[in-house]
């Protein structure tokens, strides 16, 4: 009788772009679309996860269409004095 064989899934690879640090070989960066990654922050924010303390000073890179925007937001989002 076979036995079941069990496999991690990491989820699909062919969207993602993988790039090795060239010193450890290990894998230290994944893009991703942001549709992807919004929806699990939103609700960790809003669940007031602790595990997002752990990467508060992470840097992340945006396109500059997407930081502008984000700027132009931050500053019309402001109350009214």
Not at 51 to 61: A, C, P, V, Y
Request: glycine letters at 2%; proline letters at 7%.
């Amino acid at each position: 009788m076979l036995r079941p064989q069990l496999r991690v899934y990491y989820g699909p690879q062919e969207d993602e772009q993988l790039e090795q640090s060239p010193h450890s070989g290990v894998t230290s960066v994944v893009n991703v679309p942001l549709r992807e990654v919004l929806p699990l922050l939103v609700d960790a924010v809003r669940s007031k996860r602790t595990w997002l303390k752990d990467f508060e000073n992470e840097e992340i890179t945006l396109s500059l269409d997407l930081y502008e925007v984000l700027l132009a937001y931050q500053h019309y989002r402001r109350p009214s004095a």
